[in-house]
C-alpha cells in the first residue's frame, strides 16, 4: 500500500504542475498533495493487476479517482455545504485560498481527471478507456456522488430510516470506490465475469468503508466532543451506530468484510491476497 501510495502521491505532483495562473493551481495542488490515504487510487491499481494488467496501465485512472475525491471534499466543505474549517489536519482549502477559488480548483479537478485518463492511459485499448470513463462519470454525477450530496442536503435536520442512510453512503461514498475498483479491473484487461465480481467485492467494501467511518465518529468521540471527531454525538448526523446501535453497527461490519471476501474466491488466492488485504485495512482502520 506504501509503495503504491508514494507511486500515486508522486504521479499526482506531475499531473497539476505549479503554472500559470499560480492561484489556481496552487489551490489545486494544496488540497490534492495534502496526504489523504489514497485508498481509491490504491484499489484502482491493486485491482488492475488482479485483472492481469500492468500497474502503469491505472496510473492515469488511478490519478483521475484522487483527483475526483479531493475535488468531492473541497466542494463539500464549503460555507454552503458543511462548512468545515479543517481537511486533512490543514484549513480547508476556502479558508486558505477563498470561496471563490476553492470552487474553481474543485471544477478545475474535476475536467482533469477526465482529461488525464483520456489523454494520458497508455497501452490500453480505447474501448476499455471509454468504458472505464462512461463508468467514472455515471460514478460523480447526478446517480452518484452528486446524488448522495443532494439527498443528504435535504435530509439535515428530518429523522432518516436506514434505507436513506444506506442511499446517501452508497452514493456519497461507495460509488467512487466500486468506480475504482470497477475502472482497475477494466483497463487492466478484466473480462466481464471478473470485473463483475470485483463489482460485487467493490460495492461491500464501499459500504464497509462508511460503516466503519461512522464507527469511528462514535469510538474516537470519547472525551472530544466538540472536536472534529465527536461528530457523531455532537450533532444529529445520522449515522449506522446512531440508527442500529454500536455493536450491531460493529457486526455489520464483519460481515461486509466477510461478503467482500467472497466475491474474491473465483479469483487466484495469492493474486488476490492484495484487494483480500485492503478489505481488512479498511475494516480495521483507525483514521
Ligand atoms: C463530485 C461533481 C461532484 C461534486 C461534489 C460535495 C459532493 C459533490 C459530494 C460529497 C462527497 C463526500 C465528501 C463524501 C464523503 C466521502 C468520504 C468518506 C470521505 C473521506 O474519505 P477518506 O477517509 O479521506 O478516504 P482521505 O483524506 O484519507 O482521502
Do not use: W
Amino acid at each position: 500500500m506504501a509503495t503504491k501510495a508514494n507511486k500515486i502521491n508522486t504521479a499526482l505532483d506531475d499531473a497539476v504542475p505549479l503554472q500559470n495562473p499560480f492561484k489556481i493551481h496552487q489551490a489545486m495542488r494544496y488540497s490534492l498533495l495534502a496526504g489523504g490515504k489514497r485508498v481509491r487510487p490504491i484499489l484502482c491499481l491493486a485491482s488492475c493487476e488482479l485483472a492481469g494488467g500492468v500497474e502503469a496501465a491505472a496510473v492515469p485512472m488511478a490519478c483521475a479517482l484522487e483527483m475526483i475525491h479531493t475535488m468531492s471534499l473541497i466542494h463539500d466543505d464549503l460555507p454552503c455545504m458543511d462548512d468545515d474549517d479543517l481537511r486533512r489536519g490543514r484549513p480547508t482549502c476556502h479558508k486558505a485560498f477563498g470561496e471563490e477559488t476553492a470552487v474553481l480548483a474543485g471544477d478545475a479537478l474535476l475536467a482533469l481527471a477526465f482529461e488525464h485518463v483520456a489523454a494520458m492511459t497508455r497501452n490500453v485499448d480505447h474501448q476499455s478507456v471509454l468504458q472505464a470513463i462512461v463508468e467514472l462519470g455515471s460514478a460523480v454525477g447526478s446517480e452518484g456522488l452528486v446524488a448522495g450530496q443532494i439527498v443528504d442536503l435535504s435530509s439535515e435536520g428530518k429523522r432518516v430510516s436506514l434505507d436513506e442512510l444506506e442511499y446517501i453512503h452508497v452514493h456519497k461514498t461507495s460509488k467512487l470506490l466500486e468506480a475504482a475498483v470497477v475502472c482497475g479491473a477494466i483497463v487492466g484487461g478484466g473480462g466481464e465475469a471478473e470485473v463483475e465480481a470485483l463489482r460485487k467485492y467493490a460495492r461491500c467494501v464501499g459500504l464497509l468503508f462508511q460503516v466503519v467511518d461512522d464507527i469511528l465518529d462514535v469510538t474516537k468521540s470519547s472525551g472530544e466532543l466538540g472536536k472534529t471527531a465527536g461528530k457523531d454525538l455532537a450533532t444529529d448526523k445520522a449515522t449506522y451506530p446512531r440508527l442500529m446501535g454500536l455493536e450491531k453497527a460493529k457486526d455489520f461490519a464483519g460481515e461486509l468484510v466477510a461478503k467482500a471476501v467472497e466475491e474474491l474466491s473465483c479469483f487466484d488466492a495469492l493474486k488476490a491476497a492484495p484487494l483480500h488485504h485492503l478489505a481488512h485495512y479498511i475494516a480495521s482502520r483507525q483514521n
